[in-house]
């Protein structure tokens, strides 16, 4: 069965850091791009990162772009999600997600894992 799944959410202070891992099975995703996306309560999915499938090429958005920093292993076949300088606003389920090209549509990933938790307190 192909899924992904994310790890490494948790509870954390405003400054403090997170690593959130996405691991594949049941497929080889080193040919796909990977992205992150993030779902506050009564939220809209929204695009955090995402990488290309060689890892040369990383896209964010601006509300995490120097604070955040996506990378990928594909010998592991998992990507991960480095968050640092978190805050409060950071709060909500991180997904990973897969697509063929990088794009930051939701709509382009045909697959889903089934999100991390991630709260940040203040």
């Known amino acids: 069965q192909e899924q992904l799944v994310e790890s490494g959410g948790g509870l954390v202070q405003a400054g403090g850091s997170l690593r959130l891992s996405c691991a594949g099975s049941?497929?080889?995703?080193?040919?796909?791009?990977m992205g992150w996306f993030r779902q506050a309560p009564g939220a809209e999915r929204e695009f955090v990162a995402a990488i290309g499938w060689s890892g040369g090429v990383t896209n964010y958005a601006d509300s995490v772009k120097d604070r955040f920093t996506i990378s990928r292993d594909n010998a592991k076949n998992t990507v991960y999600l480095q968050m640092n300088s978190l805050k409060p606003e950071d709060t909500a389920v991180y997904y990973c997600?897969?697509?063929?090209?990088?794009?930051?549509?939701?709509?382009?990933?045909?697959?889903w894992g089934q999100g991390t938790q991630v709260t940040v307190s203040s």
């Open positions: 049941g497929r080889s995703f080193s040919n796909r791009a």
């Open positions: 997600a897969a697509a063929l090209l990088l794009r930051q549509a939701t709509n382009a990933y045909d697959y």
